[in-house]
């Protein structure tokens, strides 16, 4: 009990001198302390606006969560979000499916084969990083015009998808390029050391330890493929049915929002949806995050 009473009090008395430390820093530098104001600011600002966001939407959506809103099939009277659902999930795969191993390989040869200082890669990183400031209508337009009209594809799956493939590219290729830059060299110089050539080198050790960010860069482009509405009503319609092959139209949960808040009718189900795309979006960022941690703790597992 002593000895608890004395570490306490050491504590206390460490904290106390911090405490003083800190403020000796505010007054000599008011800066310091103005700018530490701030950054409490922002912090509380952004936590209180993204609790009001879901705090709202949860409430005015949640009550109108009935069991017709999971029927099998969509109709006039149920107005069923199940449909929406299976497709945005079918969208969200097949655009991974084709974006995310063109962006990791066009990464991993940026960092790892391309020469330094080529101009041909700073022009590549900067369209990536232009691409990725584009608005998605812009996408959606040439979507319709490239895979709808000119490939005659029609208002599909496989159109919506080729489209978001396109749009989340450049977020996958720029995140894993820089997730692979934060792999330290002497990674690699330890593996070419013990005689791993560059291809082994990259799979079985650059690549692993870069798959927390890898993951990261994915878990961006899944929250943008969910979220999308403009593109894909240009591309793959708003036909709210289980899609019989991939060029059938369909309608994901943000487009099926989207239509229901036109209507005044189906006001009240819009938010139910809105709660059920904030359910999914927050799902697959746990599900990732949790991921990321397996992968790194095997990561630093390795290391020991």
């Known amino acids: 009990m002593d000895n608890e009473i004395s570490l306490n009090e050491i504590n206390n008395a460490i904290n106390r001198v911090t405490f003083r430390q800190r403020m000796n820093q505010y007054k000599r530098r008011p800066g310091s302390f103005i700018l530490m104001l701030l950054v409490v600011i922002a912090t509380v600002l952004t936590i209180l606006a993204l609790g009001f966001l879901l705090v709202y939407v949860m409430v005015k959506g949640i009550p109108y969560l009935t069991p017709s809103l999971f029927e099998w099939e969509y109709n006039s009277d149920n107005v069923s979000m199940m449909p929406a659902i299976i497709n945005t999930v079918l969208m969200t795969v097949v655009s991974l499916i084709i974006a995310a191993p063109i962006g990791i390989f066009s990464a991993v040869y940026l960092v790892e084969y391309a020469k330094k200082g080529d101009k041909v ?5 900067i369209t990536a990083e232009t691409l990725t400031g584009i608005p998605s209508i812009v996408y959606g337009l040439f979507g319709m ?8 594809w029609g208002l599909s799956l496989l159109s919506g998808a080729f489209t978001l493939a396109i749009m989340i590219l450049p977020v996958i290729m ?11 060299q002497s990674y690699r110089e ?3 050391g013990l005689g791993a050539g560059k291809l082994r080198t990259v799979i079985r050790i650059v690549l692993p330890s870069a798959v927390p960010g890898i993951l990261s860069g994915i878990i961006l482009a899944t929250g943008r493929v969910v979220g999308e509405t403009a593109a894909l009503i240009y591309t793959a319609g708003t036909v709210a049915q289980i899609p019989s092959s991939a060029f059938s ?3 994901t949960l943000s487009v099926h929002m989207y239509s229901l ?27 990732s995050s949790f991921i990321a941690k397996k992968f790194s703790n095997n990561a ?5």
């Open 121 to 125: 890669v700073a022009v590549v990183r």
């Open 145 to 152: 015009l490239f895979f709808v009209s000119t490939l005659k």
């Open 174 to 184: 720029r995140t894993t390029e820089e997730a692979l830059l934060a792999v330290p």
């Open 190 to 192: 330890g593996s070419f």
């Open 249 to 251: 139209s369909v309608r």
């Open 261 to 287: 808040s036109k209507e005044a009718l189906h006001t009240n189900e819009a938010y139910a949806t809105a709660v059920i795309l904030l359910i999914l979006v927050i799902l697959i960022n746990f599900a």
């Open 300 to 304: 630093h597992d390795n290391d020991r």
